[in-house]
């Protein structure tokens, strides 16, 4: 559980930087630094959050949370302290442009329970769960990268939120078993198969935006750190092909990874 959050919070890192550096034109070591730390912050109020839940009393992946409850505290807030350190001379530009990230991934669990032991949040308004997932890591990674938000800008979010939402998917499909019915995940409404197809679906958008970036010459030649990416996307079809509720962690652990693959493999295709 916590290589899974390491992992992710490398992953927002990584993408910051390759975000910055690719479309902004240089990339930000303490903005890629403030959004692993971020998501440290972010995961692990999520995961004390619903580790109070009713219906999660018994797993173990909760339980460990509950009874190391004051150590994942002392996390989170440490985290929240260092990035606000590392922004501190954008703060107030940042704070005012990140505002449509922050709120929701506060509102996605919340402090408030139901009469029944229930955790109150956006994540439990119906067909929301995994839109708001892709929705806060693709505004999130572009608008802290960015210097200044443009209108292109947001159709670099729009791609980015359908290559999340993928991976999001993806991760219904192994939460199919444990759901409430009421979360209208894709699975639920639309099932195993239609979910799977339309995860591969929107992997499409970033697939196109990679060739398109290939094809056109940067200085007389080819950028190969947009096409070597490529093949992370047909690791992850492979991977939403296979996912389900009896895949180990290793397979889910992967396709977190994916997101910190992408800008490693981009790096590595520009020494090409």
Known sequence: MVHGHLVLALGAALQVWWIGEHWFGQGSWYKSAAAFFATIACYGYNRLMRSRDADLSEVAFFYWYRRHAKLMWAVAIASVVIVLGLIAPELPVLIERLGVVVIPALLYVT????KTGHVIGLRHVPGLKSLLVAWVWAAGTVLLAADEVTGLDWLLVIVLLSFYWSIAIAFDL?????DASGLRTFPQLFGVRVSKFIAG???IPLAYMLVGMYVIKVNGGRDWSMLVPLLVLLLMVVL???SSPQRGWSHWL???GCIALIP???ILGSLC
Do not use: G, N
């Open 240 to 242: 939403i092909i296979r």
């Open 174 to 178: 192994r939460d199919a078993s444990v």
């Open 254 to 256: 992967v396709l977190d």
């Open 201 to 203: 679906l929107l992997l």
């Open 264 to 266: 490693l493999l981009a």
């Open 111 to 114: 402090p408030l329970r139901t």
